[in-house]
């Protein structure tokens, strides 16, 4: 069972990732946002190209599930902490921070 500590210590364990605060939430970034903490430390969102989040939530319902409207739909995820495993979310945050690390395309 992961936590919020977990979370916070993985995330940063990830290179050039910074936190800082975004609306209600924490967000880590490298070139741009990948993960967001819930103030109350319980989930996360992380952003996985759609075909990822399809997979991630098929293969594992109770820790995945899309975010509603046109987040998910870009493929933001939501992860429920207690849910996941330590291994589970460290290959979670890792697959994100792929695309956060990623220079945004121009066009």
């Known amino acids: 069972m ?3 500590d977990d979370f916070r210590r993985i995330a940063l364990s990830l290179g050039g990732t910074s936190e800082a605060p975004h609306f209600e ?3 880590f970034r490298a070139v741009r946002i990948y ?4 103030p109350d430390g319980l989930g996360a969102n ?5 075909e990822e989040r399809e997979f991630k939530c098929l293969l ?3 820790v995945f ?6 987040w998910g739909r870009q493929g933001w995820t939501t992860l429920t902490l207690s849910a996941a495993s330590e291994a589970e979310l460290q290959e979670a945050l890792a697959m994100a921070w792929r695309h956060g690390a ?3 395309k121009k066009g």
């Open 102 to 104: 990623a220079k945004k």
């Open 25 to 27: 939430r924490t967000a």
């Open 2 to 4: 992961a936590d919020a």
């Open 35 to 38: 993960a967001t903490l819930a």
């Open 46 to 50: 992380l952003l996985f190209t759609p």
């Open 60 to 62: 594992a319902p109770d």
């Open 65 to 70: 599930r899309p975010v509603a409207n046109a």
